[in-house]
């Protein structure tokens, strides 16, 4: 064997070139999305187990890092907005037109989000009511039920305080289908001033001080969704250096524990940091680790029955147990149950609701060329 350096074929090249980018090519799955998704949604659940115990957000360890600016849930619902915003964005870039973007849409949140309220309302409730863990609901009816969760609405959230987010998410799904057909992402500078728009709507309206309820929360999502949708847009153009990334996280950082009097009010904005500082942070961990995250993709399939069960879950263990179970044990076994009933939604309600729909005929009209270069990926195919 000579001893010569082997060259890299064209295909290692183009390849290796946009994975130092967030830019990939069609069908790549050399990502740590579905991992991501998972811890999130786990981090969401252990900062439930917190306030449960306690009534309290002060024993949440990130209220202590951040000097009250952030809770676990509360950064991991912010990470999931600039993820879901990015994963959107690109869904629509594959998609066949608007109803082929909403059907895909709908058949992954509609089916799991019906059950997980049925199971909420004809189970958790009354067994909760029942024990003195909340109030004591009217006999709920079909109506009552299907109604509100065909516009992604769940009145009793006191029995399943998670639902709330799903109807933000599946608004700014719409937003991304409606400037898709409108014809504003096929350019960049629009996603821009739509997301820069925002992130000062979000600046005035957290700088003075508003309360809101979870209701009002627009400002703040809308404008974590953007940046990941920003950061779609500018995908080729947005480097994966672990140098920015450590800036992204010091930067973050600074602001959460304080380099000088961020301790004190005007200076606490690590929420305006976050859709900045967070957002690169978050798709540089997604898409630089590259085929060994990979491999733990299909936790990301657990997340969504794991957001949708985990907390009226955790209600029954804290009401039922509560002299028996610290924050962390409570966490631990609801989290290990809430997983058993994301596993029987993903296999029961979720992957079957998906073959449905892709039984559909397929349109024929084509879908938009993909951002990564045409060009240089008929080239890496060929050489394959």
Same mark, same amino acid.
């Given at each position: 064997?000579?001893?010569?350096?082997?060259?890299?074929?064209?295909?290692?090249?183009?390849?290796?070139?946009?994975? $130092?980018?967030?830019?990939?090519?069609? %069908? /790549?799955? /050399?990502?740590? &999305?579905?991992?991501?998704?998972?811890?999130?949604?786990?981090?969401?659940?252990?900062?439930?187990?917190?306030?449960?115990?306690?009534?309290?957000?002060?024993? /949440?360890?990130?209220?202590? @890092?951040?000097?009250?600016?952030?809770?676990?849930?509360?950064?991991?619902?912010?990470?999931? !907005?600039?993820?879901?915003?990015?994963?959107?964005?690109?869904?629509?870039?594959? $998609?066949?037109?608007?109803?082929? !973007?909403?059907?895909?849409?709908?058949?992954?949140?509609?089916?799991?989000?019906?059950?997980?309220?049925?199971?909420? $309302?004809?189970?958790?409730?009354?067994?909760?009511? =029942?024990?003195? %863990?909340?109030?004591?609901?009217?006999?709920?009816?079909?109506?009552?039920?299907?109604?509100?969760?065909?516009?992604?609405?769940?009145?009793?959230?006191?029995?399943?305080?998670?639902?709330?987010?799903?109807?933000?998410?599946?608004?700014?799904?719409?937003?991304?289908?409606?400037?898709? @057909?409108?014809?504003?992402?096929?350019?960049?500078?629009?996603?821009?001033?739509?997301?820069?728009?925002? @992130?000062? &709507?979000?600046?005035?309206?957290?700088? $003075?001080?508003?309360?809101?309820?979870?209701?009002?929360?627009?400002?703040?999502?809308?404008?974590?969704?953007?940046?990941?949708?920003?950061?779609?847009?500018?995908?080729?153009?947005?480097?994966?250096?672990?140098?920015?990334?450590?800036?992204?996280?010091?930067?973050?950082? *600074?602001?959460?524990?304080?380099?000088?009097?961020?301790?004190?009010?005007?200076?606490?904005?690590?929420?305006?940091?976050?859709?900045?500082?967070?957002?690169?942070?978050?798709?540089?961990?997604?898409?630089?680790?590259?085929?060994?995250? *990979?491999?733990?993709?299909?936790? %990301?399939?657990?997340?969504?029955?794991?957001?949708?069960?985990?907390?009226?879950?955790?209600?029954?263990? &804290?009401?039922?147990?509560?002299?028996?179970?610290?924050?962390?044990?409570?966490?631990?076994?609801?989290?290990?149950?809430?997983?058993?009933?994301?596993?029987?939604?993903?296999?029961?309600?979720?992957?079957?609701?998906?073959?449905?729909?892709?039984?559909?005929?397929? /349109?024929?009209?084509?879908?938009? =060329?993909?951002?990564?270069?045409?060009?240089?990926?008929?080239?890496?195919?060929?050489?394959?």
């Amino acid at each position: 064997m000579s001893g010569r350096p082997v060259a890299p074929s064209t295909t290692d090249v183009v390849f290796m070139k946009h994975r $130092s980018h967030l830019d990939r090519p069609p %069908g /790549d799955r /050399d990502n740590a &999305v579905g991992l991501a998704r998972f811890l999130l949604t786990s981090l969401v659940v252990l900062s439930h187990s917190f306030y449960m115990h306690v009534c309290s957000l002060d024993y /949440d360890p990130m209220v202590r @890092w951040s000097w009250g600016q952030y809770t676990l849930g509360r950064i991991a619902v912010d990470a999931f !907005f600039v993820l879901s915003g990015f994963l959107v964005a690109r869904s629509w870039a594959g $998609s066949r037109g608007w109803a082929d !973007f909403l059907t895909r849409r709908a058949t992954r949140v509609y089916p799991a989000f019906l059950a997980a309220a049925l199971f909420t $309302s004809l189970v958790a409730a009354p067994w909760l009511a =029942a024990r003195g %863990g909340m109030h004591r609901p009217e006999a709920p009816s079909w109506a009552a039920i299907l109604l509100p969760a065909l516009v992604l609405d769940y009145p009793e959230l006191a029995a399943n305080g998670s639902l709330w987010t799903i109807r933000y998410d599946f608004y700014y799904y719409l937003l991304i289908g409606a400037m898709g @057909w409108a014809g504003l992402l096929a350019r960049r500078w629009p996603v821009f001033a739509m997301w820069a728009s925002s @992130w000062a &709507v979000y600046a005035a309206w957290f700088t $003075s001080g508003a309360e809101a309820g979870i209701y009002d929360q627009h400002p703040r999502l809308l404008t974590c969704f953007l940046s990941g949708a920003v950061a779609f847009a500018y995908r080729d153009r947005i480097p994966l250096r672990w140098s920015w990334f450590a800036m992204a996280v010091a930067g973050l950082a *600074g602001y959460a524990a304080g380099w000088w009097p961020y301790r004190f009010w005007p200076y606490r904005v690590m929420n305006l940091a976050f859709p900045i500082y967070g957002a690169y942070a978050l798709l540089f961990i997604c898409f630089r680790p590259g085929a060994r995250a *990979g491999r733990l993709g299909w936790l %990301g399939d657990y997340s969504y029955g794991l957001f949708l069960y985990a907390y009226p879950i955790q209600l029954m263990l &804290v009401t039922a147990y509560r002299d028996r179970l610290g924050p962390f044990t409570h966490f631990l076994a609801s989290w290990a149950l809430a997983i058993l009933a994301a596993g029987l939604s993903l296999r029961l309600i979720e992957r079957p609701a998906l073959r449905l729909r892709r039984r559909r005929p397929p /349109d024929r009209r084509e879908p938009p =060329a993909p951002h990564f270069r045409v060009a240089e990926e008929a080239t890496a195919r060929s050489v394959g």
